[in-house]
């Protein structure tokens, strides 16, 4: 009668002993994770049952003859009680396998996102049942994890930076500013120099911009940087080396999310995301500094702006917000170091206008006067072009428009002056006209409120110097 009553909750507490016998020899597929799953759900129902009549006097009178006759059937092999061992087993199996997959991502060469899929996100219920059952040794499986892949990132964007650093890379510095008349710069030959550095033109975007525009978003391999003979500017590693991480933290954000959940919380989720890339992105934002820290290239600096925007889009498209510490971080290395070239590029025209004579021409002088354009002009109409051309989409917040007008007046200040040493008052008109048409000649077919502002500005200008 005892056995008969019983019947129906020991068929909801018990497992077969096939699936006891998976658990405890077969090797981890899927097969074991259903049998697991199986393990689990009688294991909750004893448990269930347990509080559900712990108050209750007839169930706690019953609970002896109900191990008896678990006990009883298993020694008859009909069926098997979830007990302890069970359990115990499987947490021990569980835990072997975690750690043998830890233990291949430190493997040379191993692809962590093939391990990832094939053995963690492939049997994820085993760390949930791990969770349950046994937290304290979840948690430290975790931090071995954890640990693995801190270093395991850490060691592949080191050796891609090596990559990176061999990559040749033009060098732009003090020489390189509007107010300076470079001479012989603009066939490579440094001053004071016997030798000649790669040609480059630090006023001029040119191509540069089809890093912003280009379809391909795969990241440099290690191999193609070492081989690369071309010279490039600034924006080309810092590009590669962020599209990478990028990739690389995006992955690995998934992944925690879909492992750990629902065992861990997001906000848990995220602190351990921030613990394995606290270094590689204080790499990330070392080779910034690198790049950025001597150059005077103002163009490439608001290239790494724009593109540092665009992996922003990008990780905002994907939702992966763990990463925004990362990228507000590399702006604020960007942003000052441009206003600080721009900044040079103001003294250096400033410093232009005061060398500019004052003395009245004779009037032989006057006769060879020309009203053409200044090269300086030239300069700044093509360098404003590329700011203009990289700002089309630009916010009202950005510091670029205050540098912008700073460097706009001084370049107004210099044209000013000039013409005062022009004695003949219609040349010199003509020449403030020719110069203003100039710069307008270069960003005509600009778009963006940032260009409309300028057109109109020098619109103005010219307008007030006839036609």
């Known amino acids: 009668m005892v056995e008969s009553g019983l019947g129906p909750v020991v068929e909801e507490i018990s497992v077969s002993p096939t699936v006891v016998r998976k658990i405890v020899d077969v090797p981890i597929d899927e097969a074991w994770v259903r049998a697991l799953a199986e393990v689990d759900k009688r294991a909750k129902s004893l448990d269930s049952k347990a509080k559900e009549n712990r108050d209750i006097k007839g169930i706690n009178d019953l609970k002896p003859l109900l191990e008896s006759l678990v006990h009883k059937v298993f020694q008859t092999h009909c069926q098997c009680g979830v007990g302890k061992t ?13 750690i043998a997959q830890i233990k291949a991502l430190r493997s040379p060469n191993i692809n962590a996102q093939i391990v990832q899929q094939l053995h963690f996100v492939r049997y994820k219920e085993l760390y949930a049942f791990l969770y349950r059952h046994h937290q304290q040794l979840a948690d430290e499986i975790g931090q071995a994890y954890l640990n693995t892949m ?23 510095d003090k020489y390189d500013v509007l107010g300076l008349d470079d001479g012989g710069r603009k066939t490579g030959l440094l001053p004071g120099s016997k030798s000649t550095a790669p040609q480059h033109d630090a006023f001029n975007l040119g191509r540069r911009i089809d890093l912003l525009k280009t379809s391909n978003q795969s990241a440099l391999s290690s191999f193609l940087a070492e081989e690369d003979k071309t010279t490039h500017y600034l924006e080309f590693p810092f590009r590669h080396f962020n599209l990478a991480l990028v990739d690389n933290a995006s992955a690995e954000y998934s992944f925690l999310t879909s492992f750990f959940s629902p065992s861990l919380s997001y906000a848990t989720i995220s602190q351990h995301f921030n613990y394995i890339f606290e270094p590689t992105f204080a790499l ?5 500094k690198t790049l950025i820290g001597e150059t005077y290239d103002c163009l490439g600096l608001l290239l790494c702006v724009r593109l540092n925007q665009h992996f922003a889009f990008e990780l905002q498209r994907r939702k992966i917000p763990a990463v925004d510490g990362y990228i507000n971080g590399t702006n604020m290395l960007l942003w000052p170091r441009f206003q600080v070239i721009m900044d040079q590029h103001c003294e250096s025209v400033k410093t232009a206008t005061s060398n500019v004579s004052t003395r009245k021409p004779s009037a032989a002088e006057q006769a060879k006067q020309s009203a053409a354009p200044h090269f300086m002009i030239q300069r700044f109409g093509q360098f404003l072009q ?13 510091p670029l428009s205050t540098s912008l007008l700073r460097l706009r007046g001084e370049i107004e200040a210099f044209l000013e002056k000039t013409s005062k040493s022009i004695g003949e008052k219609r040349k010199k008109d003509r020449f403030l006209y020719n110069n203003y048409s100039l710069i307008l000649t270069i960003i005509g077919d600009i778009d963006g409120k940032l260009a409309l502002e300028q057109k109109e500005h020098f619109e103005g200008l010219k307008a007030g110097f006839g036609a």
């Open 386 to 398: 590329g700011i203009l051309t990289l700002s089309t989409e630009a916010g009202d917040d950005e």
């Open 86 to 98: 069970d359990v115990n087993k499987a947490v021990e199996r569980i835990r072997d396998f975690l």
């Open 150 to 172: 801190r270093w395991y990132f850490l060691n592949q964007f080191t050796r891609y930076q090596k990559a990176l650093d061999k990559v040749s890379l033009h060098s732009l």
């Open 284 to 288: 990330g934002h070392s080779l910034t």
